[in-house]
């Protein structure tokens, strides 16, 4: 039987980082022996929830991405969170095509991914303090 294992992981907010933190995520999911598809379904998420702390939460100012993992049996979850600017109101912010950065030509499918590829998706976020994305994924269901 498997026990339970973490990883915790922090990087500076830089766009350089994106890549660094989906694949040492997927690297740690790889213990659960996924599908080709389900380490996609991760690495797509962590990508949207690490973009979404660089670009809205630091606004492009270098600070610091906290990534923590924890595996128990065949469930995968993850925390992305950032000491940001927060956000005022998560509903809106999760809707499908909003985004604070028009300009900057964003999508607004940032959560919608994150949602689509994931079990659970919980956003906790209060202005001026932060976000915390929280996930989760059963592997091997399929």
């Not at 690297?27 to 979404?52: C, G, H, I, R």
């Not at 923590?68 to 809707?95: R, T």
Request: proline fraction near 3%; hydrophobic fraction near 40%.
């Amino acid at each position: 039987m498997q026990r339970d294992n973490e990883m915790s992981l922090e990087f500076d907010s830089i766009s350089n980082n994106e890549g660094f933190a989906r694949v040492t995520v997927a690297a740690f999911l790889t213990q659960l022996n996924p599908t080709l598809e389900e380490v996609a379904d991760v690495k797509t998420a962590v990508s949207e929830a690490v973009t979404n702390c660089i670009i809205h939460g630091y606004e492009n100012s270098i600070e610091k991405i906290h990534i923590y993992c924890k595996i128990s049996a065949n469930e995968f979850y993850v925390e992305i969170s950032d000491k940001g600017k927060g956000i005022e109101n998560v509903k809106q912010a999760m809707e499908p095509l909003f985004t604070t950065k028009p300009s900057e030509e964003r999508s607004g499918m940032g959560f919608a991914f994150m949602e689509a590829f994931m079990d659970e998706l919980e956003v906790v976020s209060e202005p001026l303090k932060g976000t915390t994305i929280k996930m989760k994924k059963i592997i091997g269901l399929t």
